[in-house]
């Protein structure tokens, strides 16, 4: 089949020009096209289900992975939250500041006491 095409040149009138290709769209019976068209909306509906499948999955998914991130924080924080006043008092029992005044209260109590009991010997001649 032969078909004739308008093709405009630059400065000249439309000529006709003959070509031997007829359009993709004659060379399929409509009812073809029409089964083909069929058959590619029932694959996209398909993906489309299975889509929506893969997205309710991840939501689920996600939900449960914000549950257990959410419980593992709390134990995290619960713990930080014991592990505190115990890193504290190791810190301070380990300090030589506290050590240094725990001796110079101990050095000061016997001092005192050594001095109330020459004072109270004193007393009596």
Excluded at 41 to 57: G, M, N, P, S
Excluded at 72 to 80: F, H, R
């Amino acid at each position: 089949m032969v078909r004739a095409k308008n093709v405009i040149t630059k400065g000249e009138s439309p000529v006709e020009q003959k070509s031997d290709e007829a359009p993709k769209i004659m060379t399929k019976p409509l009812p073809q096209i029409l089964d083909d068209l069929e058959e590619y909306i029932r694959l996209v509906e398909e993906a489309v289900r299975q889509a929506r499948a893969a997205a309710k999955e991840s939501m689920e998914a996600a939900a449960q992975a914000k549950a257990a991130g959410e419980k593992a924080a709390a134990d995290a924080s619960a713990k930080a939250e014991a592990a505190l006043p115990m890193a504290l008092v190791k810190k301070v029992l380990s300090s030589w500041e506290f050590r240094l005044i725990i001796l110079g209260v101990l050095c000061a109590s016997i001092i005192g006491s050594i001095a109330i009991s020459v004072g109270l010997s004193g007393l009596h001649p």
